[in-house]
């Protein structure tokens, strides 16, 4: 863990869970934060889908969880049937907006600028922007993983952004869902690569937080999160379940 940057464990529950399950979800995690006190080695994030926001806000409320959106809508408000804006997350007691998911990219067919288009909106509307990037598996065989990151990093991130509006989350996009990681030294290569191009895009660029994400568990958070250019981890498929995502909260080194 990087000096200077607090860690960051952020979850994706992606489109699961019933009322019932999500709050029953949110205050197994919040009754574990609360609890943990003090001794809380980074930030905890929730990102329920949508119709479990508000349901989430009031499971979390006076303990240190905090609240993400999954998506936002680049404009503030209209004829958008479906969407939701990043103003709507705010007011439920959201302050971070997970953008440019992997999942959105590929199954929503979203570009680089109208990730950057949202991230703008987050920033409008005062939330945190944790912006995804990830190459395919055959960009990794091809040997493009570092330029497809870059250019995805310029394209999402829109001018004027600054430390404390960012978060970038690398998730190699065959990592996700799959049990499949990168090797500790390929994380650290991508992270020191999205370090190094936010350094030089953005002033004091260097503190952003970059997480690892892709198939996080238990049993490799502690290798993961020691990274010192992993600043924490964003967690689908582990975050489901209270105990799992917190082993993994757990696993973070203290400062
Ligand atoms: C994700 O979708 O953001 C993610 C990291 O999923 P998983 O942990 O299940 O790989």
């Not at 500790?184 to 660029?205: K, T």
Request: with cysteine; aromatic share 2%; charged share 15%.
């Amino acid at each position: 863990m990087a000096s200077g940057r607090r860690p960051l464990i952020a979850a994706n529950w992606k489109m699961n869970g019933l009322k019932a399950d999500g709050v029953a979800l949110a205050q197994a995690v919040a009754a574990r934060a609360k609890s943990a006190g003090a001794t809380l080695a980074g930030e905890v994030l929730v990102s329920p889908p949508a119709t479990l926001i508000d349901a989430v806000s009031a499971a979390i409320a006076g303990t240190p969880v905090l609240l993400g959106g999954q998506d936002c809508h680049a404009q503030t408000s209209g004829a958008f049937t479906g969407d939701i804006s990043a103003a709507m997350l705010k007011d439920l007691g959201a302050s971070h907006v997970i953008l440019g998911h992997s999942e959105r990219r590929t199954l929503h067919g979203e570009t680089d600028a109208q990730v950057s288009a949202k991230v703008a909106a987050a920033r409008a509307a005062g939330l945190v922007a944790i912006v995804c990037v990830g190459e395919t598996e055959a960009q990794r065989d091809s040997g493009d993983t570092i330029a497809v990151i870059v250019g995805q990093i310029d394209g999402s991130i829109p001018a004027g952004a600054t430390v404390a509006e960012i978060v970038v989350a690398y998730e190699p996009v065959w990592a996700i869902g799959t049990g499949r990681t990168p090797t500790l030294a390929e994380i650290v290569e991508v992270h020191q690569a999205i370090r190094a191009r936010l350094a030089s895009r953005i002033p004091g660029g260097d503190a952003i937080r970059i997480l690892y994400g892709g198939s996080v568990k238990p049993s490799n958070a502690v290798e993961v999160l020691a990274l010192a250019d992993v600043d924490g981890a964003l967690v689908g498929g582990a975050s489901l379940k209270a105990e799992d995502f917190w082993a993994i909260v757990s696993a973070l080194p203290q400062a």
